[in-house]
């Protein structure tokens, strides 16, 4: 059973940038593609970032050019580098593999606001 615990979320004001981290137990991380989701309230949760297990990156058109997303295998960890932040892309942002694990982490909150 995959744990998945993200942070780095926090408050930011628009134009500004966040970095979050996502760590991972278990072996088959390695061979996950992985993805970064976000769920804003009253919204359903969506794909925003996907990276696979050869490092291909794929980005939803709304975050595309403004987000970032790498992977470090020797740590079990996938970051999702988040710039010229936007109040749209206010949500709580989950990490899963694509397609997701049954279980999920807490997410962490992402507020952009002045």
């Known amino acids: 059973q995959v744990q998945l615990v993200e942070s780095g979320g926090g408050l930011v004001q628009p134009g500004g940038s966040l970095r979050l981290s996502c760590a991972a137990s278990?072996?088959?991380?390695?061979?996950?593609?992985m993805g970064w989701y976000r769920q804003a309230p009253g919204e359903e949760r969506e794909l925003v970032a996907r990276?696979?297990?050869?490092?291909?990156?794929t980005y939803a058109d709304s975050v595309k050019g403004r987000f970032t997303i790498s992977r470090d295998n020797a740590k079990n960890t996938v970051y999702l580098q988040m710039n010229s932040l936007k109040a749209e892309d206010t949500a709580v942002y989950y990490c899963?593999?694509?397609?997701?694990?049954?279980?999920w982490g807490q997410g962490t909150q992402v507020t952009v606001s002045s």
């Open positions: 899963n593999r694509n397609p997701p694990w049954s279980d």
């Open positions: 990276i696979s297990a050869s490092r291909y990156t």
């Open positions: 278990g072996s088959s991380f390695r061979f996950a593609d």
